[in-house]
Every structure is written in C-alpha cells, then in structure tokens.
C-alpha cells in the first residue's frame, strides 16, 4: 500500500559521507517497522539498517558503527547517514517498510577515488 521513494545518492570518495532518505506516503508512517538494504554490483541483496516503530534499531556487520539509521515521523522520513564510506559500499540502496512489505525503487551509492 504505501509508495517509498528514496533520495540522496551520487557520488562520494572514500572516507566521505552520505544521507539517503526514505519519503513514505500511503500509510500510517509512525506504524511500520522500516528498514534499509543494500545491492552491491553483481550480488545480492544484503541487510543495513532496521529501525522499528519504537525506534529500536538494528544494524548488519559491516556498516555497524559507520552508519545511522533514524526516523522522523511527522515527515514520513526514514534516514541513513553514513560515514566512512568505503568502496565496499558501493550499491544501490532499498528503503523497506517491514509491516507492508513494501519496497522503493532505490538510489544508487558510488564510493569510488
């Protein structure tokens, strides 16, 4: 039912920092567990960040420590900041609402010298 619409990718050198966000509509926002995953070039897809209606959150192995997930919900908004952006983190990055199972179409991350 709700449409995620994410934004903030581009370009960015290693050890630089980005912030995608996550625009929710169609839903009772402050209701769903949201959530960030990740497609690196040629594989597939990973865990980054959960973040559930109580702001409690979760974070994969590899980003754990260098990335921050948050909401704001009078803005619909779900948040990853990233820092220390390496390479590896190269990807296209999925915005996910857990409760409808609902997925945005993704914002490209290029970490790259």
């Known amino acids: 039912q709700p449409q995620l619409v994410e934004s903030g990718g581009g370009l960015v050198q290693p050890g630089g920092s980005l912030r995608l966000s996550c625009v929710s509509s169609g839903s009772i926002f402050e209701r769903s567990a949201m959530g960030w995953y990740r497609r690196p070039p040629g594989q597939g897809r990973e865990l980054v960040a959960t973040i559930t209606d109580g702001h409690r959150t979760l974070y994969g192995d590899s980003v754990k420590g260098r990335f921050t997930i948050s909401r704001d919900n009078a803005k619909s908004t779900t948040y990853l900041q990233m820092n220390d952006l390496n390479t590896e983190d190269t990807a296209v990055y999925y915005c996910?609402?857990?409760?409808?199972?609902?997925w945005g179409k993704g914002t490209k991350v290029t970490v790259s010298s």
């Open positions: 996910h609402d857990w409760k409808w199972d609902a």
